[in-house]
């Protein structure tokens, strides 16, 4: 099966990288006769890295900060996201 990732085809299952501000992954008939069209939005970052806070309380304000800065002080509360997909019934 392929699915469209920010206008990117990738086969899945895969393992993808997604913008930190979020996503929109398709699956279009196009470009897989037999399934409907279906889209899973995927929202931005929402969770405080463990590691942003164990920096904080080992000293490590420097490396908090760094974290802030670009970014990777936030993480998905669930890394990992089913796309749902439909299969046209005249397909076997």
């Known amino acids: ?3 469209d990732i920010g206008g990117q085809k990738v086969s ?3 393992e993808v990288r ?3 501000k979020g996503a ?3 699956v279009l008939n196009e470009d ?3 399934y409907e069209d279906s ?6 970052q929402d969770e405080i890295s463990w590691w942003f806070w164990g920096n ?6 420097l490396g908090s900060l760094t974290d802030y800065v670009v970014g990777s002080m936030w993480v998905y509360s669930n890394p990992n996201f089913i796309i749902p ?5 005249q397909c076997k």
């Not at 889209?39 to 931005?44: D, F, H, N, S």
């Open 56 to 61: 904080i309380l080992t000293g490590g304000t």
């Open 12 to 14: 899945v299952p895969s």
């Open 18 to 20: 997604i913008a930190r």
């Open 24 to 26: 929109v992954i398709r």
């Open 85 to 89: 997909t439909k299969k046209k019934t």
């Open 39 to 44: 889209k899973l939005v995927v929202a931005g």
């Open 32 to 34: 897989n006769p037999c």
């Open 1 to 3: 099966m392929i699915a």
